[in-house]
């Protein structure tokens, strides 16, 4: 594969609607640059992360105001999701200038991996592996200290850690999405895999576990109800986004869809966090849901 130099300029042939080729001999990747589906999903996925980061922020402040008195290491979670989702949207938005203002013209450029752009993939894999921690806790307290039951989400959890920061590493020495697909596509399949299966298993086991706690609380067989509906709706949100995000990865391999798609998981998971504690606050099972959540 033939390298071009940045600053570069070069000539494009208008093929199609929204699509450009670059007339150099020997370039392989993005033949046909589709605005759009490149630019274009990068920037309405920039759009739909900054939209729920501030549900981020909004979810935090109802949580101070609502849970005061709350232990220290629970609000000191809150901080550290906090910053993670702010630093992650910071990324994002420079990975986004990076795109459209300082390379702005050079449609090839897609191609290339800014270090902001491999950043947003280390923070939103931190996020997931605090998210996966917390309720893994949670099953380990509800399961009476089953380490059965437990041990496998954390250590998925771990693996799927490990993955993305491995993903990120690399995208930063290649700086180069062919040069990555080529090597290492596997590695960042792998690592949204992994987030799947741990989402599945969380869900399968708070539903299990909530449904058994249910059978000896009559009295709150509503809130347990509403729990149980609760946790299917986040497991089920957090991971159809990944799994659409890793078809997109090995389907497509001319865009940016799944880097937009990519954007938004680690909000979803800040959100799912977040909002287990603020959404399903009642009085009256109160003391229930402090047990199950604390």
Known sequence: MRHIPRGLKISFVHTCAHKWRPKVAGWLPFMAVNIPETFGALLLGALLAAGLSGMVIIQSIIYFKLYPFDPAQLKTLVCVIWVLDMAHSVFICAA????????????????????????????????????HCFFAQRIFRLSQFNWYITFPIAVLATFRLCSACVTSAEMI????????????????????????????????????????????????NHIIDTLILYTFETGALTCAATITTMICWLSMNDNMVFMG??????????????????????????????????
């Not at 491999?118 to 931190?126: E, Q, R, S, V, Y």
């Not at 799912?272 to 603020?278: E, G, I, M």
């Open 96 to 131: 986004i200038w990076t795109y459209l203002i300082v390379d702005y013209g050079t449609v090839t450029d897609i191609n290339s991996i800014p270090l902001s752009l491999a950043l947003t993939i280390t923070c939103t894999a931190i996020l997931t592996f605090f998210v």
């Open 173 to 220: 020495h290649l700086q180069s999405f062919t040069l990555f697909k080529l090597k290492f596509r596997w590695i960042f399949s792998l690592g949204l895999a992994l987030s799947s299966s741990v989402d599945i298993l969380i869900t399968l086991s708070l539903f299990m576990l909530l449904r058994n706690s249910r059978t000896r609380s009559l009295s709150l």
């Open 261 to 294: 798609l990519h954007f938004v998981i680690g909000k979803l998971y800040a959100n799912s966090l977040l909002a287990t504690y603020v959404a399903i606050h009642s009085p009256n099972g109160s003391s229930f849901i402090l047990g199950v959540l604390r």
